[in-house]
C-alpha cells in the first residue's frame, strides 16, 4: 500500500517560492489501478515523483507498505526502489543499446547474473509483444513499441508498484488503447499495483479502479471512476468530464440541465418520452457515455425551451421522474 500524508512541495525560485504540492493526502491499496488527473501546471507529475522520492517532499510523508521514504538512508531507498518501476512520456530509451539491453539494464546496476538478466528480459519482451525486436534499437521502433520497451524495463527487477508518468501522451488513440491493454493486463496477472498520471479523462475511463482530480497543487476530489464521472462534484472534475465548447456557452436558447445517467436508466429513451409527454422541443448541447464496470454511464446537457411555460413542464417531469439533473452554472 501506498500512502500520502500531508506532502507538500515547494521550490525555492529568484522571485519567490513556488508550491508545487500542498497537503497531499492520499491512500493507494495493493492491486488497483489509481489514477491522478489535472491540467498542466496542476502538480500531478511532482507528485508521482515524490512516490519514488526522485523529488524530494518538503514536507509530510510518503509510506511504502508503512516504511516512511523519507526517513531512509541512501542505501535504503535504493534498494527499496527496486519494487517500483516507472514509465514516462518520453520513453527514456537508451539509443545506443539494443531492446534487449534496455530491458537488461536495471538488473545489471541491481547485480543480477548476465544469463539471468537476458532470460528475465527476453521473458518481458515476450509479454509485451516485442520478443522478435530484442536485437533492434530505439530509432528502428514506433512510438507504442518504445512505451512497450519501457514497461518491460519497468518490470525487470519484479516491483510490486508502476508509476506511469503521462505514459500515453505521445501516442496516436490507437496505440494508447493498446498500452492501456497491455498494463490492465500487468495488473490482473501480475499483481502490480498501477498508479497513472495523465491529463486526459479518457485514459482514466478506460483503465482505472479509483481517481483523484488534482487541481492548482491539491487534491480537489477522489473517488470511484464512477462516481466522479457521474457525480463531480469540484469544478475542475467537472471541466474534464465535460469540456467547456464554446458553441455551446454561446447559445441564445433557455436554461441548461445537465443529466446524469447512472446505468440504470442509460438505455431508456428518456429525451423522447421527455419530449413526447411535455410536448416541449429542448436542445441536446451535449452527451457523453461511458462503460465502467460493465455498466453504461453517461452525462447529457439539454438547453431548455424560452418559452417558461414549455421550460417549466420539463423541469415537472423530471422532478417526477428517477433521472438524476441539476441546472448547470452559467
Known amino acids: 500500500m501506498i500512502e500520502i ?3 507538500g512541495k515547494t521550490y525555492s525560485a529568484p ?50 507498505d508503512g516504511k516512511n521514504l523519507t526517513a531512509l538512508s541512501k542505501k535504503e531507498l535504493l ?10 512520456q518520453g520513453f527514456n530509451l537508451l539509443e545506443q543499446r539494443s531492446v ?19 532470460a528475465r528480459a527476453m521473458e518481458l519482451l515476450q509479454l509485451v509483444g516485442l ?29 510490486k508498484y508502476l508509476l506511469c508518468d ?18 490492465r493486463e ?27 482530480v488534482i487541481d492548482h497543487s491539491r487534491i480537489a476530489e477522489e473517488g470511484r471512476v464512477s462516481q466522479v464521472f457521474t457525480n463531480p462534484k469540484s469544478q475542475i472534475a467537472r471541466d474534464l468530464i465535460i469540456p467547456k465548447d464554446r458553441a455551446v456557452l454561446d447559445t441564445k436558447g433557455g436554461r441548461r440541465l445537465r443529466l446524469t445517467f447512472n446505468g440504470e436508466y442509460s438505455n431508456a429513451p428518456v429525451i423522447s418520452d421527455m419530449v413526447l409527454e411535455c410536448q416541449a422541443p429542448v436542445n441536446i448541447l451535449f452527451a457523453d457515455t461511458k462503460e465502467f464496470e460493465g455498466v453504461i454511464y453517461g452525462h447529457m446537457i439539454i438547453e431548455l425551451p ?9 423541469i415537472v417531469w423530471l422532478k417526477n421522474s428517477q433521472v438524476t439533473w441539476k441546472e448547470e452554472e452559467e
Open 100 to 118: 534487449l539491453k534496455n530491458v537488461c539494464f536495471p538488473l545489471e546496476i541491481a547485480g543480477v547474473d548476465k544469463k539471468q538478466a537476458r
Open 166 to 183: 503521462e505514459a500515453t501522451s505521445a501516442l496516436d488513440p490507437n496505440t494508447t488503447r493498446s498500452i492501456l491493454e497491455l498494463l
Open 306 to 314: 424560452n418559452d417558461p411555460r414549455q421550460a417549466e413542464k420539463i
Open 5 to 7: 500524508k500531508h506532502l
Open 131 to 159: 520478443a522478435d525486436r530484442a536485437a533492434s534499437y530505439p530509432s528502428q521502433l514506433s512510438g507504442g513499441q518504445k512505451q512497450r520497451v519501457a514497461i518491460a524495463r519497468a518490470l525487470a527487477t519484479k516491483p
Open 79 to 88: 534498494a527499496l526502489r527496486q519494487s517500483i518501476g516507472m514509465i514516462f
Open 186 to 212: 500487468i495488473n490482473k496477472t501480475m499483481g502490480v499495483t498501477i498508479v497513472v498520471i495523465t491529463h486526459e479523462m479518457k485514459v482514466i475511463d478506460q483503465i482505472c479502479d479509483r481517481v483523484a
Open 15 to 64: 522571485g519567490g517560492d513556488i508550491v508545487a504540492l500542498e497537503d497531499i493526502n492520499l491512500k493507494i491499496e495493493d492491486g488497483e489501478i489509481f489514477g491522478i488527473i489535472g491540467l498542466s501546471g496542476a502538480g500531478k507529475s511532482t507528485l508521482v515523483r515524490c512516490i519514488n522520492l526522485l523529488e524530494r517532499p518538503t514536507e509530510g510523508q510518503v509510506l511504502l
